[in-house]
């Protein structure tokens, strides 16, 4: 084994990236080194691509890039256990404190002193990363790279799509990104009785569509509303999934969710709106849960179960495959609309 | 329209039914009158023929015979106004008072003053049944007379089957009886991992691997532990859902389910029996369900989605039909564990 | 008895309302006359008086204001069997339908029919009124008038304080009018930890503190995060109660609620205003109650547990009373922001 | 600082246990060395100390008994960053493993690996302590030692009467040994209507009457059923605390339990007992908690935030204190009956 890898750099502060060959990580007594077998794109790698204004407040580079990926544990600290050389596994990408009071209590997903591989420390755009061992979640020698690397992801549409009930009820979901397509997988194998979904993209509502969803509606040439509430005998929705984080979207969400209902909020609005809180939450005893990250490991062992027992296939997720020297095609590929997820191999 | 009607009728306290040309009975300001197109079987019934010692100390004959039907709204109160008058129907077997403090926090299917048709009033193995109009829940007009006479007793499926989460889940279902089999098809929809089977009878065993049961053991035969452990690598499973009432069922389950897991018990043992709450409940952290009718009405909501959906098929549960004419050799048809459910046809 | 009785009437479409000489309601078979003990002053009605917006797009003159009461049944409809004459109650001023979906299924509190007394019809600032039986609430003989007058708009205290657990946490209320202060009450009674509060109104923050406000505070006057983070150690609070509906309490609020924390809104926003969804909601996993009356009848019978088990008294919640004369002067009182309840006697 | 200690040492298998002294225990790099300031006593050390069946079937001596305890760091392992030398800390017994399924999803107190403290290795009836960091919990250095040392045993008390929501209910509390009496304080402060109790011992019923029991009933010479349904309506109760493992006391619980009501089972049955789940339980709608240890960390900040915020004192259930010398004494008082909690300071 060489010394040096190749890897993905967030080099300065400002748009791009290079590949570089950089040392191999090493790893303390309780880290194991994973080697790299495929790695899949997130919007959150097109913002720090592009530099947009979060990212400039948050990255220091230099620093590799990425944050999903699945690999082989290569090498392990002296004191860990949990896992072997050979393992094949994906990585939960929030390195949490476990010693703060939300870590404590259930809420590791939101630790106070969370650090994020790809974003406050290197990722996973490379051919080997460093972690601590109960970063690692074993996957069955069976799983495809390419799906391995969309674990952590899925966990995100599985968070969201499990925060509620959605058995037997009507959903509508916004926003058909690769979240709210994994998403459409989980509702409709939870039982939903049906899954109305909004987006922008012909490629993104087609897709929706083949993978399950009831409608699909662009509200740029359609009127949400007047859909949902026809096809609901102007009932409207039970569940909301907000997938989008764009404010119109999120207003056509709660107007045509019934009261009584509950949303799931997951998309993140790039700034503060105008929302109409009473009118829409309070007087309508709506239920609204912010999600962020994946439960740990409730969500991780959801997920599994979903996958093992045929329940959901992320198979048609993937729909390119680059390798991770054209990782700037990848990027692009990615930031066009007119994809699912986008795997990339070192 | 005559002034009599056929009717299964308790005559008396003892043994047996019979067939008998009765008053239609009238209907109240706020009732219903129902002409019966179809009605199903359930246990409770075959004990009322039978006479057993429950039915000794709770049925006052003369009785019609029956609570699982559907059929056609022909006659209403004059103070109805949720249904009308061609309405295709279900109905909820417990007419309760509305007023006690059950009733008015969401317990109303354990109201304190129920009265259950074909046990506490008379039934619809008949032409025709009065019913409180509330009762009353319309169906499809596509759907068949024989589904929609299952939808009370898919009910207590689905009541049990979603008591707790099964979303990606392992499940032990001890009892596959019609409720059971019902509970395959809900747990199965709601995204269970693994739906693994137990009962005493072949047919039922081969019928529940048909409806999508992942393993089906008989215990009279098999090691139910051994082979639970076996496939759940020594883990056991999150969920129980009992529906056989046999203690050695009852235990078993709660032998497998893991700690911190969840169990609904529908089944009614016959008698008290020896049980070891301390290890098989408390020391786990076990949270156990008990299961009573079905919850007013969001069951009935829950039922209805899964169903138009498309999550949820009936139709393979009703294995025997028979005319209303015949119902002595549809209760010994039911009696013979060779079956589904056994619907009747007025 | 004599045909007429005193009602204060908002005998047209615009401010004020006169006291006329009306004839005492008619009762149908299923409802109950009451006659008024003691009437007492929401927000809501001072809205009316007043002809705010909302009013002039909802009300319809003439009607008799008010919908808060006690008083004793003096005749009940010919089917009337939960109450009698001679029973002393409260009423819920939310008149439901019972049968739409929402109804059906645990919400009638947000039922799609609803119809409020003193609102949609008439009310109770009358020395008589008519409601159908099942809005009357039995209150046991030895609760002053002026305490059950008050039992509908505790329900919605109740309602809000209870939506997520308190015990042992650290709750941040915002708003002090009457609802606010006797949700500080509930929360003292089910174990909060310590309840922050803040008002603009030095009178309501005086009161605050006699009822176990742990900190109050004035953010015209006080940094309200720089005060709650210094005393929580930089943590935050893990409860938000929000009674005031202003925009800077909201904000504030969401702003020291701990991440993972939940939030229960009742203070209706008078429009749509900016707010920080994806940072103050999304990303900390809040959970958001939107809260609208009272459950029924699950809050009412909470709200008789906490009084009757000695764990809250509201005698000091009313401040001033009247005579339904002087209802000017009364709602004057309410408006001042210089009170806690006002009640009226007829 | 010498290299021995004072202990008390189950020295064989058999009754029994003996002063000795013993090497103090090294830490390891990730551990805590304790000195122990107060130790007080659990039903188990009576069990350990008499040597029942179930002792011997799970100790293995020689072994330092004791499971709860205050004390102040000494000395911390090179990895140690949660707490400090000169913190004083209280300690969950429970040594968990952190990766089986059960600690990565909420349910670390009921750990497939647990190790407790004094039963599965060295306890601290003795002058020192090493455990690993995790386990220790800061405490307010005002609180008092042996308030401190009851933390663990309080938050069994917290976990049970936590399980369920009892603010503004009617509670029935069988068997009032010291997690009894610290659950009438738990119940208390989270609003219950009304705490019944029951228990075999004036002393114990006594005890529970000054700590705010609203009826305490001795089953031995009245009948619980008859008091319980008379001060209820007939209604019973709403929620069923277990703490005594006493089949007639389970039984009676059971039976005044209120159709859907919940109880938390604590409570450990010697052994299998003849028991009615189907009309106790399973007819009865009736939900069903196992509780088992304190939720990590949970159950610790719940409790820390009810003494905290003045809703517990924990000073009353301190009945007795010896000097850890005077330890048979200290067990023998225990083993009456007539105590709350016993403390012992080395």
Chains 1, 2, 3, 4 share one sequence.
Not at 153 to 169: E, I, K, Q, W
Not at 295 to 315: I, N, P
Request: charged share 20%; hydrophobic share 45%; net charge neutral.
């Amino acid at each position: 084994m060489s010394n040096t890898m190749k890897a993905v750099v967030k080099t300065h502060a400002g748009p791009g990236a290079e590949m570089r060959q950089v040392p191999i990580p090493r790893i303390g007594p309780r880290d194991v080194l994973i080697k790299v077998r495929a790695t899949s794109i997130c919007g959150t790698d097109l913002h720090i691509f592009k530099w947009d204004p979060w990212s400039a407040g948050r990255i220091h580079p230099p620093i590799i890039m990425g944050h999903e990926l699945s690999g082989e544990i290569v090498d392990v600290g002296k004191d860990v256990t949990s896992v072997r050389v050979g393992d094949f596994v994906s990585a939960e990408s929030h390195i949490v404190c476990g010693v703060c009071d939300l870590c404590r209590t259930g809420n590791g997903h939101i630790c106070r002193n969370t650090q994020i591989i790809g974003v406050d420390r290197d990722g996973c755009f490379a051919e080997y990363i460093a972690l601590p061992a109960e970063n690692a979640w074993i996957d069955p020698p069976d799983m495809p790279a390419e799906i391995a690397a969309l674990q952590e992801n899925f966990g995100n549409a599985v968070h969201a799509a499990l925060a509620t009930p959605v058995v037997g009820r009507k959903v509508l979901m916004t926003g058909c990104g690769p979240v709210g397509l994994m998403a459409i997988l989980v509702a409709r194998a939870a039982g939903a009785r049906a899954i109305y979904v909004t987006d922008v993209s012909e490629y993104r509502l087609n897709l929706a569509k083949q993978l399950g969803a009831t409608i699909a509606i662009d509200p740029t040439r359609e009127n949400t509303q007047k859909i949902i509430f026809d096809v609901t005998n102007g009932e409207g929705v039970d569940v909301l999934l907000e997938m989008s984080g764009a404010p119109s979207a999120i207003r056509d969400g709660f107007d045509v969710l019934k009261k009584g209902g509950a949303a799931a909020l997951l998309g993140l609005p790039s700034k503060p709106f105008e929302f109409d809180l009473g009118n829409l939450v309070i007087m309508k005893g709506i239920t609204v849960f912010g999600i962020a990250g994946r439960k740990l490991w409730d969500t991780w062992y959801a997920a599994r179960g979903l996958q093992r027992g045929g329940a959901v296939d992320l198979t048609p997720i993937v729909t390119h495959k680059f390798k991770l020297d054209d990782f700037e095609k990848a990027l692009e590929t990615m930031a066009s609309g007119n994809s699912g997820k986008v795997v990339m191999f070192p």
